[in-house]
Each structure stands twice: as structure tokens, then as C-alpha cells.
């Protein structure tokens, strides 16, 4: 009896172990989460009456620092001296524009995925609050499917969307038949559906294993009928992602940032873009920015060849040439902090 009482204690301690190691490493209150600080954030700061949308971006650079932006409607501004550790933050930012300069310092903390702080300068402190700007998974997208039945080459398309919650759903969207897609599945560029399709009075079902390899799809749809290869494309892959922007006018060059999502949503700067339109490599959208009752209008009008975005930012105040470069997104292993 004593033997198994203390066989019994000693299993207790070590469920105790396990349930205090899972909740540190899967993000509890204990410690900061895998990746607590990298990514975008997009905060709001009053001025007065006014509330101003950014975006904070913090990432690192190819020797493991860590750095940070601050992206608005006004181009993007490099943080300097980022720090994080227990959850708290601090950076100096320093903004320019035309011949003038000012440096802010701000002191906040990052919790349960909200971000708030002080924003200090000689002109004052304004409070700044924010949230994480979660990613899209990389399965959202349309992706123009390929396989052969027999001789004969069947094409549809693969449209995958995720809600504020990234929950993902499907669509087949094909000229013949109607298909419906379920227990759709996306893990570590694993990707699984099971489709039922209709073609008059025939019905049946196939079940789709695939992997994403970045803009390709390809993997085996298989069926009572047998096992048949496929292969899919990303639609508009060659302008989906991040662009770094060079905008020059008379006044000098800044860097902007545009971001196109898979559904061809973006966001200029902190400025959301409900459209982009983009056919035969021409690229064309329309920024509004409001600032109280006043509102300003751009359109831009540009072209990708040589994996390079050109193109003419134009407003009632001119034009501004435009030049840019897509960011490659490199994968690393990244730390508690």
C-alpha cells in the first residue's frame, strides 16, 4: 500500500511538471510567447482631437538584431535601439521631414497581445496603444489548378480565404459541374480537402493531400476511380507580398512600404486599399486620406518587369516617380524574445 502511495505522489509531480512546462512554452502569463515581439502592430496615437493610425514592424536583421519600423501614410522611419525583455519595450524614433527632425523615446509593454506605452519628446507625451496584425496563412489565395484525366487537361481554381480568426475555407470554382470542398486542413505547408462533386445525376467524392513550395501546389487528389497528380499556381504570386517603395519628388526620396494580401486587399503605408487591379503585369490602385474634414486623393499607375515595380504616384500636388523591390521573406529560427 505505502509503495503505491508513493508510486501515485511521484506521477502527481510529474503531471504538475508537465502542466507548468506546457503553460511557459505554449504563452501563458508566466513568460513571454515564442515571437512576442517580431511582427506588425498597428497602433493608434492621439494628437488633441486627432487619432493617427501606424504600424510598428519589428524583425531582425542577418546578424540576429533586432530592428524595427515605423511605417505610416508618411513613408517608413528606422527605429533605433529596440529592446525587449519581460514583456517590457523601448525604442527612439526619429522622424524627418523636409530639413527638420525629432526624437521621440517610447517606454511601454507588450501583454497578452496588446501593446501600449508613452511616446516622449520635448513636445510632450501621447499615449499609443495597439495589436498585433496577424498574417494571412499561406494557403489563403486563388490558385489555378491543373491535372489530366485520361488525355484530357481539367483546370480549376482553388480559392482559399481565411477569416479574422484564420480559420480557413474553400471553394472550387470550375465551368463544369458544382464541387464543394470540405475538412479543409493547412499545416506547416501541408495542405488536405476532401471535394464532392456533382455532374448531373453523378455524384462522388476525392480527397486532395498536397504541399505548398512557395507559390506552387502540388499533390494527388484520390477517389473510389483511383489516384490522379495535380498541380496548382499562385494567382498574381508575382505581386502578392512586400514591396519596399522609392518615392521621389522635387523635395527628395522616401521609402514606403506596400503590402498585397492574396485576395489583392493591401495596405500602403497604415493605409488600407480595399482593390488592387493588376492584369498583363500592369498595376494600378487609389490611396484616400482624410485628415479631419479635408481629403486627399492619389492614384497610382505602374507596371512589374524584371521583378521591379515602377510606376507614377499622382495627386492634385503632381507626380511622383516610383521604383520597387519585393521583399524575399527568409525563414529563421526564432527565439523567446
Not at 493617427?52 to 514592424?57: D, G
Amino acid at each position: 500500500m505505502k509503495k503505491h502511495t508513493i508510486i501515485k505522489a511521484v506521477l502527481c509531480c510529474a503531471l504538475l511538471v508537465l502542466v507548468m512546462v506546457s503553460a511557459q512554452v505554449w504563452g501563458g502569463s508566466s513568460g513571454p510567447r515564442r515571437g512576442g515581439l517580431y511582427g506588425d502592430w498597428l497602433v493608434k496615437m492621439s494628437f488633441g482631437e486627432r487619432q493617427w493610425e501606424s504600424i510598428l514592424s519589428f524583425s531582425r536583421d542577418s546578424e540576429g538584431n533586432r530592428t524595427g519600423q515605423w511605417i505610416s501614410f508618411w513613408g517608413i522611419n528606422e527605429l533605433k535601439d529596440v529592446k525587449f525583455e519581460e514583456n517590457q519595450l523601448s525604442f527612439v524614433q526619429v522622424f524627418r521631414f523636409g530639413e527638420n527632425e525629432s526624437t521621440s523615446t517610447f517606454k511601454g509593454t507588450i501583454e497578452e497581445g496588446k501593446l501600449s506605452g508613452t511616446l516622449s519628446s520635448d513636445r510632450g507625451e501621447s499615449k499609443l496603444e495597439g495589436a498585433r496584425m496577424p498574417r494571412p496563412p499561406r494557403a489563403v489565395g486563388y490558385w489555378e489548378m491543373k491535372y489530366k484525366v485520361g488525355e484530357r487537361e481539367i483546370t480549376g481554381t482553388l480559392a482559399i480565404k481565411a477569416d479574422k480568426k484564420r480559420n480557413l475555407s474553400a471553394e472550387w470554382q470550375s465551368q463544369r459541374g458544382e464541387h464543394k470542398i470540405t475538412d479543409l486542413k493547412y499545416e506547416r505547408g501541408n495542405l488536405s480537402f476532401k471535394r464532392t462533386s456533382k455532374f448531373g445525376e453523378r455524384q462522388w467524392e476525392s480527397t486532395f493531400e498536397g504541399k505548398l513550395t512557395r507559390d506552387t501546389l502540388t499533390g494527388t487528389f484520390k477517389s473510389e476511380r483511383g489516384e490522379i497528380a495535380a498541380e496548382g499556381k499562385l494567382k498574381n504570386a508575382s505581386l502578392i507580398g512586400t514591396w519596399i517603395l522609392e518615392i521621389t519628388s522635387d523635395r527628395g526620396t522616401r521609402k514606403q512600404r506596400l503590402r498585397i494580401n492574396p485576395d489583392m486587399s493591401a495596405l500602403y503605408g497604415s493605409i488600407t486599399l480595399k482593390k488592387v487591379n493588376f492584369e498583363d503585369g500592369k498595376v494600378g490602385f487609389k490611396l484616400v486620406m482624410e485628415f479631419g474634414e479635408r481629403k486627399y486623393e492619389s492614384s497610382f499607375e505602374g507596371k512589374i518587369q524584371d521583378a521591379k515595380l515602377t510606376g507614377e504616384l499622382t495627386s492634385s500636388r503632381g507626380t511622383r516617380k516610383v521604383t520597387g523591390k519585393k521583399v524575399v521573406r527568409t525563414f529563421r529560427r526564432r527565439s523567446t524574445t
